[in-house]
């Protein structure tokens, strides 16, 4: 996958798919393996430290594109 590619599901206000790819995938590993594996997959590929505390943190802050 490069940068122009879509995302199924995509949120379009997103600024950045690989982040937005990223975010996702940190939410999958954080049910599965625990929040802090969650939070050390996104710190790894990037995630704004603010945006994976969001997230993680107060899941009613997620946006609707954002894996449940």
């Keep these: 996958m490069n ?5 199924p599901n995509s949120d379009p206000t997103r600024g950045n798919k690989g982040i937005e790819a990223a975010v996702n995938r940190g939410l999958a590993v954080a049910m599965l393996k625990g929040v802090a594996a969650g939070a050390a997959l996104m710190r790894d590929e990037g995630v704004p430290l603010n945006v994976s505390a969001r997230v993680l943190v107060n899941p009613e802050q997620r946006r609707a594109s954002d894996w449940k």
């Excluded at 940068?3 to 995302?7: G, P, S, V």
């Design 3 to 7: 940068a122009h590619d879509e995302i």
